[in-house]
């Protein structure tokens, strides 16, 4: 993996420390490529129940249910595919520019069996985000990429796109989506395309096939 160009860790409290890639590793724990529907669309929209985070201790390894958290709560996704870019939208409940950061993180994998995992991370003097691609299922290997990404603080929306071909120009490609962010010697997540909490018993909600426009 190309070296990182400027510090990529996350703080979190008590002196805990995550780089970048872990802490995306330790969400995509567990994944596999579920089955879904055939049904086609060049965009589909899920909504997401609110009040559905869940808290994972770093010291228990433990998940727990947080229905009081509001930040980076996640309300809707829109996937889209067409002709040349693959774009995800997700609405949340809030987003603010405070503690030591927060993000989005997605799954990516397509007809073809190419997986890509994308994740943009906002913090401090960095909270229009920064975004990262890789490829494979272990996600171990970054990818150079013209990603396109937004972080809107009003509207309370994290925006991501990239070309077709950074994924083999898919026929179709499905994803899993998760909003997060760091707390006190653990971190909040919310799977997107799941009502109710996950607390880790199995791998994150998978979308149906999003087909090309």
Same mark, same amino acid.
């Given at each position: 993996m190309r070296a990182p160009t400027r510090p990529s860790r996350?703080? +979190? $409290?008590?002196?805990?420390?995550?780089?970048r890639p872990l802490l995306v590793a330790a969400m995509a724990a567990g994944l596999v490529v579920a089955g879904s529907s055939i049904a086609q669309a060049q965009s589909i929209t899920d909504a997401d129940a609110a009040g559905d985070m869940v808290r994972?201790?770093?010291?228990?390894?433990? +998940?727990?249910?947080? &229905? @009081?958290?509001?930040? @980076?709560?996640?309300?809707?996704?829109t996937l889209a595919h067409n002709a040349t870019r693959i774009s995800i939208r997700v609405k949340y409940a809030e987003l603010r520019r405070l503690g030591d950061s927060h993000g989005q993180w997605v /799954?990516?994998?397509? @007809?073809? $069996?190419? /997986?890509? +995992?994308?994740?943009?991370?906002a913090s &401090? $003097?960095?909270?229009?985000? +920064?975004?990262?691609?890789?490829? $494979?299922?272990?996600a171990l290997h970054e990818v150079q990429c013209a990603l396109r990404h937004s972080i809107d603080y009003t509207r309370n929306v994290i925006a991501v796109s990239f070309p077709r071909q950074c994924a083999s120009s898919p026929r179709w490609v499905k994803f899993q989506v998760q909003g997060f962010r760091p707390g006190n010697?653990?971190?909040? /997540?919310?799977?997107a395309l799941r009502d109710g909490p996950f607390l880790g018993a199995g791998p994150p909600a998978q979308s149906r096939r999003v087909y090309r426009g």
């Open positions: 996350i703080v +979190s $409290g008590r002196g805990t420390r995550l780089r994972f201790d770093f010291e228990t390894e433990e +998940s727990r249910p947080a &229905p @009081n958290q509001v930040r @980076n709560d996640v309300l809707r996704t /799954h990516m994998v397509t @007809n073809e $069996g190419v /997986h890509r +995992s994308l994740d943009v991370v &401090p $003097g960095e909270w229009a985000g +920064s975004p990262e691609v890789r490829r $494979g299922r272990e010697t653990g971190f909040y /997540h919310d799977d």
